[in-house]
T-cell receptor
């Protein structure tokens, strides 16, 4: 079975500063990796995903993530955050293209002016 | 394309009652998955429907059941509601065997009192 650990439950950061949200996973087989964003009282919006190929994945809103197989990590980064990036961020893994998704407990990103 | 639509958006039920939540998948998607997201946690997989049958199931009791119709829309039923069933229920749709391309709805907020 796979599991996901988001290492920081809350990340406060000032506007225009860089940010990294950390995600580690465990799985005995290859998985697909995702980052989602959730704004208050809304569903999940896909930021980016890693399926195969280049380990650096670029997503929407200026976010990117790097897949590191040896460290089983998939950290999310943004070089300069905005107030509007304040939200809950979830890392998820899927076993196989038809498999269920397993989510971490989320990281609350708060961008302060 | 309306994307994934869920109804109702909010509802309040009393312990012991039964509830039905509904989901219409994105156009072209035939697979529907349901997730429960308790407050402060990540979504947890309940089950997945494909070709009107439950294909995968997470660690949820039999009080949680579902149905998929020929038009691919789906229902989640929960019997004998408990206070702990209070959560945001998310529906995700995807094309056949491509859960890596899932889209999420806005969710139904269920409060059990």
């Amino acid at each position: 079975a796979q599991s996901v650990t988001q290492l920081d439950s809350q990340v406060p950061v000032f506007e225009e500063a860089p940010v990294e949200l950390r995600c580690n996973y465990s799985s005995s087989v290859s998985v697909y990796l995702f980052w989602y964003v959730q704004y208050p009282n809304q569903g999940l919006q896909l930021l980016l995903k890693y399926l195969s190929g280049s380990t650096l994945v670029k997503g929407i809103n200026g976010f990117e993530a790097e897949f590191n197989k040896s460290q089983t990590s998939f950290h999310l980064r943004k070089p300069s955050v905005h107030i509007s990036d304040t939200a809950e961020y979830f890392c998820a893994v899927t076993l196989g293209r038809a498999g269920k998704s397993t989510f971490g407990d989320g990281t609350t990103l708060t961008v302060k002016p | 394309d309306a994307g994934v639509t869920q109804s109702p958006t909010h509802l309040i039920k009393t312990r012991g009652q039964q509830v039905t939540l509904r989901c219409s998948p994105k156009s072209g998607h035939d697979t529907v998955s349901w997730y429960q997201q308790a407050l402060g946690q990540g979504p947890q997989f309940i089950f997945q429907y494909y070709e009107e049958e439950e294909r995968q199931r997470g660690n949820f009791p039999d009080r949680f059941s579902g149905h998929q119709y020929p038009n691919y829309s789906s229902e989640l039923n929960v019997n004998a509601l408990l206070l702990g069933d209070s959560a945001l229920y998310l529906c995700a749709s995807s094309p056949t065997d491509r859960n890596t391309e899932a889209f999420f709805g806005q969710g139904t907020r269920l409060t059990v009192v």
